[in-house]
């Protein structure tokens, strides 16, 4: 059946992850910043940030570490009835029952590499969290906005999450992924990345919303071989509590993956962390926010696309 239009996407909300051991995913989720905010059994845990999404996590046991998906919310019901009745195997709207927040649900398969994704509407927001957050003037070489006598004092902690900001995959096929995407969402390039022979490989996928400012991207994919999850991307709230963040990551024996170091394409502060796992988790800061305006910007794949400043890029990081 045709769609009688897009889907709307309004946000990225959560993602979902199956894990071969709870008890170490779990010790890692609390050490990367997340806040336990309901557990239904001891073998499904929802998790969340300090911002308003009621959960930007679940954890699941299972026998196989996996990908669960990710969650968008979307506009109105009706688009969760475009969904269920057009997109690839996709179910029917369902109640999500034991889920912070409430609300309904449609999941489809990726019609591509055949991972599932969720789409979401009339979930209750969350009330922030009341978390003790930096907020001190920066001093310039000739500015100094900070006031004499008051200092810059921090407590030593894990990088609280302020939200889930976006996620990636490897797929079989970019062109295939790309018309599928484009076609049924609200979705616009901000980057695109060609080969040598000018062929699209990567696409920074950030969500149409007019006039509203939304982040660079909240949906990535590039070619190769075989698919696989990249990661998942999660804001905290500055560059200090990042840095604290990744030392206790580091203090706790953790394995970093890449960063601290700043990202070209949206800017950002990134560092990449793998989990128990295997999953890589970022913590970003500092992204670049566009409007509907900007028309996608084409470059070249190369080392130089990927990172401004920090460590040069490890070789897993592009398996």
Not at 48 to 57: A, C, F, I
Not at 177 to 196: G, M, P, Q, T
């Amino acid at each position: 059946m045709a769609a009688p239009r897009k889907i709307m996407l309004k946000r990225i909300a959560h993602v979902y992850y199956k894990y071969s051991d709870m008890k170490k995913a779990t010790t890692f989720l609390d050490d990367f910043g997340f806040t336990e905010e309901k557990k239904v059994s001891d073998d499904k845990i929802y998790y969340r940030g300090y911002g308003k999404e009621p959960w930007v996590l679940c954890a699941i046991k299972a026998d196989k570490a996996e990908f669960g998906g990710v969650g968008f919310v979307v506009e109105s019901e009706e688009d969760l009835k475009i969904a269920s009745e057009t997109l690839p195997k996709a179910t029917k709207i369902y109640d999500l029952e034991d889920a912070p927040g409430g609300g309904k649900g449609v999941t489809f398969y990726d019609p591509v590499d055949g991972y599932p994704m969720h789409l979401v509407y009339g979930q209750a927001p969350a009330e922030m969290l009341d978390i003790p957050l930096p907020h001190e003037p920066v001093n310039y070489p000739t500015e100094k906005n900070r006031p004499a006598n008051k200092f810059q004092r921090f407590q030593k902690r894990p990088a609280p999450v302020h939200k889930l900001g976006h996620f990636g995959v490897r797929t079989v096929s970019f062109a295939k992924s790309y018309k599928f995407y484009s076609e049924h969402f609200n979705l616009l390039a901000s980057d695109l990345i060609h080969d040598a022979e000018g062929i699209d490989r990567t696409v920074f996928f950030r969500l149409d919303r007019g006039q509203e400012e939304v982040d660079h991207h909240c949906f990535f994919f590039a070619e190769g071989g075989s698919y696989k999850v990249h990661h998942s991307s999660f804001e905290t709230h500055d560059f200090d509590t990042q840095v604290l963040g990744h030392d206790w990551l580091r203090e706790k024996g953790y394995k970093n993956c890449w960063g601290v170091g700043r990202h070209v394409l949206g800017s950002q502060i990134f560092d990449y962390w793998y989990d128990p796992d295997g999953f890589i988790m970022e913590h970003y800061v500092d992204g670049d926010l566009i409007t509907s305006e900007r028309p996608p910007n084409r470059s070249k794949a190369g080392p130089g696309s990927l990172h401004v400043w920090g460590p040069e890029v490890p070789g897993d990081f592009l398996d």
